[in-house]
């Protein structure tokens, strides 16, 4: 499809130049009759050919509703005069898949679900892409296909769950994970246990609080990629049917206008994105997201302009696991919307991007009505609840490369310690809640990066265990694996390179030394260069953890994290 902008409207041929390669003229009726085998008429396959994929599953309750907004999509692009079909994608529930083997197939399903989108569109000619998102990898797997295609392409994202509640307190999935480790500790019951079992997560949706996947949703919206205000309503507000309906019928216009996503995603539009996610204190997942998102739009995204911007960026969102609200609190006070008129007025954003209304940002946020009620969730830049953005990377002999930590959600910013290590989760875990770990240590755990997981598990049962021990603000975890979006402490993940390939964090032992100073952005390894050498002499790399199927692929392309972990065919 040629870049054409809004300056010229397209013929009606131009608009149809993928479909119409397949379907369109005599020796093409086989293709036309396998389409009207479905109720197809001929009225239909003369329109565009809009796909609208669906990650939908009903391994948990983030994307079991899904399947309903894509309906509602296609009825937009129906009414804008295009023909709508719609498909699903696979995915991983990350809550459900959590401290299990399972787990490793969750930044898999990321390339999983990008590969399936770009499979289903360019197979079956598909002149348009809506994708409807809603757990952690789905959302960036869907703008990372919609870069690689550069076809027209718009995102919703799924939504949210409402607040939980027990006993008259605002409870989330978040206080489960870190209640198991108060149960291991002795501090909680099984009944209580329960009692939180049973009301944190009331319905349909993502997890609550400003985890990975409502920090995703934040981060579509402010590329530009999803309409304005779409990503804060909770999953079982009817607006959030209403902005399935108006992505179907914006889809038509993006055609029409010849708008591509690598028009909306420019480096621009990142440092938007990266803007956004330090003044909200979000996920440490989305920087690797970002990264990778950036590299299917041609775009060098480094860690170093994570730093830049971070340091000049303060955080002005109240939000869980740093602060005490959720997304659907955000919605309450004006949504992802107030977060940017607020970044706009202060001059931290480029309000001249272009988004999929076709408007700039700037323009988009001039045209809403956008509540400025008193409200505790989100400050005004000028009385930030930190002055730093929320996310930091660190480097130093121990991640050469970068590592990243959440200072949002840590309560201590330095610390020295002694090593305790382990080789995996498993290990780790079964450390923390039999008592092995002591105030004042560092948990290393490595073996779990992109290659070594292989699969870079999240790791909140080891984490939620420490907070339920009372040792979150007393010790600190270093890995080369990734962490919840739910995650607070002093926890620093995505160390490169990683163990596997024969990192730093390889050579630790038991007792070694290290320093963490958040504030400096240093992460060091107190051992000598003499000793090091020696101990990288007489490495050797462990044998894979799978030698056959889709891990054992995945291992053999994956990048390192602070490349953002993509797959190099």
């Not at 090091?532 to 054992?552: I, N, T, V, Y």
Request: aromatic letters at 6%; hydrophobic letters at 40%; charged letters at 20%.
């Amino acid at each position: 499809m040629k870049e054409t902008h809004l300056s010229g409207k397209k013929s009606e041929p131009m608009l149809k130049e993928r479909s119409d390669a397949l379907y369109k003229g005599p020796y093409k009726a086989p293709n036309r009759a396998y389409m009207k085998a479905m109720g197809l008429s001929d009225s239909d396959l003369s329109r565009p050919m809009i796909g609208v994929g669906v990650a939908w599953s009903e391994a948990g309750p983030c994307n079991l509703h899904t399947m309903g907004l894509g309906r509602k999509a296609k009825e937009g692009v129906y009414y804008n005069k295009g023909t709508p079909r719609m498909f699903a994608t696979p995915l991983v529930i990350d809550g459900v898949a959590m401290g299990y083997e399972g787990m490793k197939y969750s930044l898999v399903s990321r390339e999983i679900i990008a590969n399936t989108v770009e499979m289903t569109i360019n197979a079956h000619a598909y002149d348009a892409f809506v994708g409807i998102s809603g757990c952690d990898k789905t959302t960036p797997a869907m703008l990372m296909a919609a870069g690689r295609l550069n076809i027209p392409s718009i995102i919703l994202y799924g939504g949210t769950n409402m607040n939980g509640y027990l006993n008259g307190k605002e409870i989330t999935m978040e206080d489960v994970f870190e209640a198991v480790g108060q149960f291991a500790g002795n501090k909680l019951s099984a009944e209580e246990l329960k009692e939180l079992e049973d009301n944190a997560i009331p319905g349909i949706g993502t997890c609550a609080g400003l985890f990975t996947a409502n920090t995703m949703g934040t981060m579509a919206e402010t590329l530009g990629m999803a309409l304005p205000g779409s990503s804060a309503p909770p999953a079982v507000e009817g607006i959030k049917y209403d902005y399935a309906y108006e992505s179907g019928k914006a889809i038509m216009a993006l055609l029409e206008n010849g708008i591509l996503p690598r028009d909306i995603m420019t480096y621009g539009a990142f440092e938007n994105a990266i803007t956004a996610l330090m003044s909200m204190g979000g996920s440490t997942n989305v920087v690797m997201h970002l990264i990778a998102i950036a590299h299917e739009n041609g775009i060098k995204l480094t860690l170093d302009d994570f730093d830049r911007i971070g340091s000049k960026v303060p955080e002005i969102a109240n939000m869980r696991p740093g602060g005490t609200h959720t997304m659907e609190d955000l919605f309450r006070v004006g949504g992802v919307p107030l977060v940017l008129k607020k970044l706009l007025k202060s001059k931290l954003l480029d309000g001249n991007v272009l988004t999929v209304t076709g408007k700039t940002m700037a323009e988009n946020i001039a045209s809403m009505k956008i509540p400025e009620m008193k409200n505790d969730v989100i400050s005004e830049v000028s009385k930030p609840y930190h002055v730093r953005g929320g996310i930091r990377i660190l480097r130093g002999s121990l991640a050469p490369e970068g590592a990243v930590i959440k200072v949002a959600a840590a309560k201590i910013t330095k610390l020295r310690g002694p090593a305790v290590v382990f080789d995996s989760e498993e290990e780790a875990f079964n450390g923390v809640t039999n008592g092995r770990v002591k105030p004042g240590d560092i948990v290393v755990i490595r073996f779990e990066g992109p290659k070594g997981g292989p699969g870079m598990r999240e790791m909140l049962s080891v984490t939620a265990a420490i907070i339920g021990k009372d040792l979150g603000e007393k010790v600190a975890m270093v890995t080369d694996g990734r962490f919840s979006g739910a995650t607070r402490g002093l926890m620093i993940g995505h160390v490169s390179p990683e163990a596997y390939v024969g990192g730093p964090l390889a050579f630790v032992k038991n007792g070694d030394y290290i320093s963490i100073d958040c504030d400096r952005g240093t992460l060091e390894l107190e051992v000598d260069k003499k000793e090091m050498d020696s101990r990288r002499r007489g490495w050797r790399q462990p044998e894979p953890k799978h030698k056959s199927g889709l891990l054992a692929q995945y291992a053999m392309l994956v990048s390192s994290a602070s490349e953002g972990a993509v797959l190099n065919p």
